[in-house]
């Protein structure tokens, strides 16, 4: 298998202020690396898509100057979380794609998750 | 755009049960198809990954098939145990993307 660290595990901020979470690919390299969203009993949603070395792709609907995202290595993404919200207060998940022979047998490894919460 | 739908949303089971999970989704132009557990506050843990070129996958207690044409999967869970309880999430890989796109899940409870 494959394993994807996030850090923190959690964190509590005051409104305003910035949040870093770090998504790592511990054994393997990611070239790709998605970050998602994740509501009390919902799905996960896909916030954007990162590739190593250039700008990153949000789905429509997610403010790409609040959620900064940063791939600058093959291991390494990060997402920031600008002047948080308590709206913002949500289960943010990421994975990385370990590379394969062939596209379709590419595979996405997820982190453990990071809870958010903004008083 | 890909639509995922799992049913039921939520199962509760006597120990010891076997039971079925079903995955829907809305085009078949797929990759592969995954099956997640998580649990609560947790993140995923990958249980089956199924090729588009395959029927069926299997692990343990864990069978998965998949019907590519009519845009179905299931999930069979043999002999179900309270340590299964979990929400079970299928996501399909659509083909020409990286992301997946993700079920709303089945809130699994095996009553012990």
């Known amino acids: 298998g494959a394993v994807v660290s996030q850090h923190p595990s959690w964190v509590i901020c005051k409104s305003g202020t910035s949040v870093k979470i770090e998504c790592r690919s511990l054994d393997f390299q990611a070239t790709t690396m998605f970050w998602y969203r994740q509501f009390p009993k919902q799905s996960l949603m896909l916030m954007a898509t990162?590739?190593?070395?250039?700008?990153?792709?949000?789905e429509q609907g997610v403010e790409k100057d609040k959620f900064l995202i940063n791939h600058a290595s093959l291991t390494l993404s990060t997402l920031t979380v600008t002047s948080a919200h308590p709206e913002d207060s949500s289960f943010y998940i990421c994975?990385?794609?370990?590379?394969?022979?062939?596209?379709?047998?590419?595979?996405?490894?997820f982190g453990p998750g990071t809870r958010l919460l903004v008083l | 755009k890909q639509e995922v739908t799992q049913i039921p949303a939520a199962l509760s089971v006597p120990e010891g049960e076997n039971l079925v999970l079903n995955c829907s989704f809305t085009d078949s132009a797929i990759y592969n198809l995954q099956w997640f557990r998580q649990d609560p506050g947790k993140g995923l843990t990958s249980l089956l990954l199924?090729?588009?070129?395959?029927r069926e996958q299997t692990s343990g207690r864990l069978n998965a098939s998949l019907d590519k044409s009519s845009g179905r999967s299931t999930l069979y869970i043999a002999a179900s145990q309270p340590g299964d309880s979990a929400t079970y999430l299928c996501a399909v890989r659509k083909t020409g993307a990286n992301n997946l796109f993700f079920g709303t899940g089945t809130r699994l409870t095996v009553i012990p």
């Open positions: 199924i090729q588009s070129s395959q």
């Open positions: 990162s590739n190593e070395g250039s700008k990153a792709t949000y």
């Open positions: 994975s990385g794609e370990k590379p394969g022979l062939v596209r379709e047998w590419e595979t996405q490894y």
